[in-house]
Nanobody, 115 residues
Framework: QVQPVESGGGLVQAGGSLRLSCAASGSIFSGNTMGWYRQAPGQQRELVATITSRGYPNYSDSAKGRFTISRDNAKNTVYLQMNSLKPEDTGVYCC?????????WGQGTQVTVSS
């Protein structure tokens, strides 16, 4: 199983929090940048956050200050802590492993934020 596997999505009210997890095999996790992307209905997939193998994060403008990406290299897992959720955060959140020149994608986990 090379594909990342996401978990932790669900339905939450606006202002609430969720923590997403993404487990990947060591062959695609170790030494590589991991990322979270969101695809809302009828829209293109967009970057939420990435984290390098050394733990340096990068966030989209909409995620800055509300979301935190982290990784546990011993568990081959990357997390996305989402706080102060808004209805516009709704979408399918997919995890990716960047193994140049390829990206390995998970199936995604649905996040729905109600107003």
């Amino acid at each position: 199983q090379v594909q990342p596997v996401e978990s932790g999505g669900g339905l939450v009210q606006a202002g609430g929090s969720l923590r997403l997890s993404c487990a990947a095999s060591g062959s695609i996790f170790s030494g590589n940048t991991m990322g979270w992307y969101r695809q809302a209905p009828g829209q293109q997939r967009e970057l939420v956050a990435t984290i390098t193998s050394r733990g340096y994060p990068n966030y989209s403008d909409s995620a800055k200050g509300r979301f935190t990406i982290s990784r546990d290299n011993a568990k081959n897992t990357v997390y996305l802590q989402m706080n102060s959720l808004k209805p516009e955060d709704t979408g399918v959140y997919c995890c990716s492993a960047r193994v140049a020149p390829f990206n390995y994608w998970g199936q995604g986990t649905q996040v729905t934020v109600s107003s």
